[in-house]
């Protein structure tokens, strides 16, 4: 429920701070116009002087507020749900080999109950699949081997939960595009059909804007992507440890037991 709340409170923030952007956008563009009226000798350098990302806003008014306007929305939540997962998978992440020290020189020193004492000391999921080890020693070691197992699925459903969900906006993102170019298309020669003449300021216009999605579906996708691969790298090397480590307590065990 916390990452719920945690992921929500991202996007509001995000879709907050998008919409303050686009309202800004808005207002810059009247006033551009406002400007082109009274003096259009002018309108050519202010084009020119756009930034980039007054470029990009502006595109992005022009490309219509349905289909961009979910096309954000995917950006918001993949971006929101990407930014909770690094944060946990950074929080997860442990200096195994200091650890699995630790947990040696605990087990020789003070017996289980001291290797037990540093892995509740410790944060991460390869700490607490120690622990569920060292629990089970006294039955035995299958049976801690069988613990360590189990709840080594548990830690690695952990780590890859609401990753799906970047994947599904990473897919759904350009094909909202697509749909919102098709329908562009469709009005364009909608209009051409009513104004029963080929003019090519027309077909020009209307093809633009329905590019328009196009272009930012593939844009947001790009960007959840490069995110989306990083936790998946993030991931495998979070198991990695977990799988070497869990092989090291099994032989701390078994030394312990001689």
Same mark, same amino acid.
């Given at each position: ?13 995000? !879709? ?13 563009? !009247?006033? $551009? ?9 002018? !309108? ?23 289909? =961009? ?5 995917? *950006? ?6 990407? #930014? ?44 607490? @699949?120690? %622990? ?16 360590? /197992?189990? %709840? ?6 952990? *780590?890859?939960?609401? /990753? ?6 990473? &897919? ?6 697509? =749909?919102?170019?098709? #329908?562009? =298309? ?15 300021? *027309?077909? &020009? ?6 590019? *328009? $999605? ?7 996708? @790009?960007?959840?992507? @490069?995110? %989306?691969? %990083?936790? @998946?790298?993030?991931?495998?090397? #979070? /198991? ?11 032989? =701390?065990? #078994?030394?312990?037991?001689?």
């Amino acid at each position: 429920m916390k990452r719920l709340f945690s992921i929500l409170a991202i996007a509001g923030m995000m !879709a907050f701070g998008t919409a303050n952007a686009t309202t800004s956008a808005t207002v810059n563009t !009247a006033a $551009t116009t406002v400007v082109t009226t009274q003096d259009s000798d002018d !309108a050519a350098p202010a084009d020119e002087e756009l930034s980039f990302h007054q470029g990009l806003k502006k595109r992005f008014i022009e490309g219509g507020p349905g289909f =961009m306007g979910i096309v954000l929305l995917c *950006l918001i939540l993949g971006l929101a749900i990407a #930014i909770e997962r690094i944060i946990f998978l950074n929080l997860s992440t442990t200096n195994t080999k200091k650890l699995t020290q630790n947990v040696e020189d605990a087990l020789a020193s003070g017996g289980v109950e001291a290797a037990k004492e540093v892995c509740r000391n410790t944060k991460g999921p390869i700490a607490s @699949i120690f %622990y569920q080890g060292l629990d089970r020693t006294d039955e035995g070691i299958e049976a801690a081997e069988k613990a360590v /197992v189990a %709840y080594g699925g548990v830690q690695m459903g952990q *780590l890859e939960k609401n /990753v799906s969900w970047i994947s599904l906006f990473i &897919a759904l993102a350009p094909m909202l595009g697509f =749909m919102g170019t098709v #329908i562009g =298309m469709i009005q364009a020669f909608d209009k051409i059909e009513a104004a029963g003449d080929m003019n090519p300021t *027309l077909v &020009a216009g209307g093809i633009k804007v329905a590019l *328009l $999605t196009t272009v930012f579906g593939l844009i947001v996708a @790009i960007i959840l992507q @490069i995110f %989306y691969n %990083y936790i @998946i790298a993030k991931i495998d090397s #979070i /198991v990695n440890d977990m799988e070497d480590s869990s092989i090291s307590l099994m032989d =701390m065990l #078994i030394k312990h037991k001689k």
